[in-house]
């Protein structure tokens, strides 16, 4: 499957943005979707997951409360609203597809086969 991450951008503290994840191929809802993001200088981070029905989600006690990932298997997309952003948020946001794993840690990088090019959100203060 191939990624496609979009809707970054500039905005202030305390907006909001949205970003997509679309996906090629007809067995998008067999993945398990999650969102990560790595900002300058530091590891790549877990963000949010959901599985592949969508009733499962995962989120980072960084984002919990403020960001909401879903998805519409039959437009091939998965969504990060993100809230109330503020600086520390700014970094590159990566979707990721699995195709699961006998025992799947939803944080895990290493647990995610397929990875979108990123998509950059920088918050100003």
């Known amino acids: 499957v191939q990624l496609q991450a979009s809707g970054g951008g500039l905005v202030q503290a305390g907006s909001s943005l949205m970003l997509s994840c679309a996906a090629s191929g007809r067995t998008f809802g067999r993945y398990a979707m999650g969102w990560f993001r790595q900002a300058p200088g530091k590891e790549r981070e877990f963000v949010a997951f959901?599985?592949?029905?969508?009733?499962?989600?995962y989120y980072g006690d960084s984002v919990k409360g403020r960001f909401t990932i879903s998805r519409v298997n039959a437009k091939n997309t998965v969504t990060l609203q993100m809230n109330s952003l503020q600086p520390e948020d700014t970094a590159v946001y990566y979707c990721a597809a699995s195709t699961g794993r006998t025992t799947f840690n939803p944080s895990s990088r290493r647990d995610y086969d397929y990875w979108g090019q990123g998509t950059l959100v920088t918050v100003s203060s």
């Open positions: 959901i599985n592949w029905s969508g009733i499962s989600t």
